[in-house]
T-cell receptor
Framework: NAGVTQTPKFQVLKTGQSMTLQCAQD?????MSWYRQDPGMGLRLIHY???????DQGEVPNGYNVSRSTTEDFPLRLLSAAPSQTSVYFC???????????????FGPGTRLLVL | DAKTTQPPSMDCAEGRAANLPCNHS???????VYWYRQIHSQGPQYIIH???NNETNEMASLIITEDRKSSTLILPHATLRDTAVYYC???????????FGEGTQLTVNP
C-alpha cells in the first residue's frame, strides 16, 4: 500500500491564480480530510468527507473547494490564491469501520504552498 | 470536542523515559484521548489512544487518571528520533474531526 499520497510536494503561485492539490489513498478509507498548518502552529481543518459525494466544512473553509467523486481521491481547489493561503497542506484518511474510537487517521507527506 | 492543555516544550535525555502530560478537565464520557506526533516537516503520526484504561503499544504507553481529567504519554526509552511535537487530542468516536492544539515540543538530547 502507498498509503496517503499528495501532489505536488511544492508549489509557488501568484496571487489570483487557481490550482488543485491532489490527495489519494489506497486503503479504501471512507473518511478523508484536508488540514493546513501555518508556521509554529497546529493543524487546522479545512474540509472533510465521510464518503463519495459527501463533503463538509471544517474550521477554515473560506477560499477552498473540495469534491469527492471517488473513495480514493479528495482534491482541494484554491479558487483565487492569496498570500494568506501560504501554508503546508496535509491530507488525511481513516476508516469508519474500526469501531468506537478504533480508527486512526493516516496523514500524507504534505504540500508546501507559497503564494506571492 | 474537549480542549486540552499541554506544556509548550520539554527536554529529555536519550535513553531515559519521556513523560508528556496533558490536561483535559472537560472531557466527556464518550471522548477518547489520542496522541499524535509530528516530526519536523512531516505529516502527523498516530501514536496511541485510550478511553479509560491504560494502554500500551510498541511505541508508547498511555496513562489516564481515574477521573479522566488528565493523561500522560510515556516513551520508555527516548531516542533522538523521538524529537517531535506531540499533540494530545480528545475526540468522540470515528469520523469526527481531529482538533490540533499547539502541542509539546519534545527535544531528546544526546
Amino acid at each position: 500500500n502507498a498509503g496517503v499520497t499528495q501532489t505536488p510536494k511544492f508549489q509557488v503561485l501568484k496571487t489570483g491564480q487557481s490550482m488543485t492539490l491532489q490527495c489519494a489513498q489506497d486503503m479504501n478509507h471512507e473518511y478523508m480530510s484536508w488540514y493546513r498548518q501555518d508556521p509554529g502552529m497546529g493543524l487546522r481543518l479545512i474540509h472533510y468527507s465521510v464518503g463519495a459525494g459527501i463533503t463538509d466544512q471544517g474550521e477554515v473553509p473560506n477560499g477552498y473547494n473540495v469534491s469527492r467523486s471517488t473513495t480514493e481521491d479528495f482534491p482541494l481547489r484554491l479558487l483565487s490564491a492569496a498570500p494568506s493561503q501560504t501554508s503546508v497542506y496535509f491530507c488525511a484518511s481513516s476508516s469508519l469501520a474500526g469501531g468506537l474510537g478504533g480508527e486512526t487517521q493516516y496523514f500524507g507527506p504534505g504540500t508546501r504552498l507559497l503564494v506571492l | 470536542d474537549a480542549k486540552t492543555t499541554q506544556p509548550p516544550s520539554m527536554d529529555c535525555a536519550e535513553g531515559r523515559a519521556a513523560n508528556l502530560p496533558c490536561n483535559h478537565s472537560t472531557i466527556s464520557g464518550n471522548e477518547y484521548v489520542y496522541w499524535y506526533r509530528q516530526i519536523h516537516s512531516q505529516g502527523p503520526q498516530y501514536i496511541i489512544h485510550g478511553l479509560k484504561n491504560n494502554e500500551t503499544n510498541e511505541m508508547a504507553s498511555l496513562i489516564i487518571t481515574e477521573d479522566r481529567k488528565s493523561s500522560t504519554l510515556i516513551l520508555p526509552h527516548a531516542t533522538l528520533r523521538d524529537t517531535a511535537v506531540y499533540y494530545c487530542i480528545v475526540r468522540v468516536a470515528q469520523g469526527s474531526r481531529l482538533t490540533f492544539g499547539e502541542g509539546t515540543q519534545l527535544t531528546v538530547n544526546p
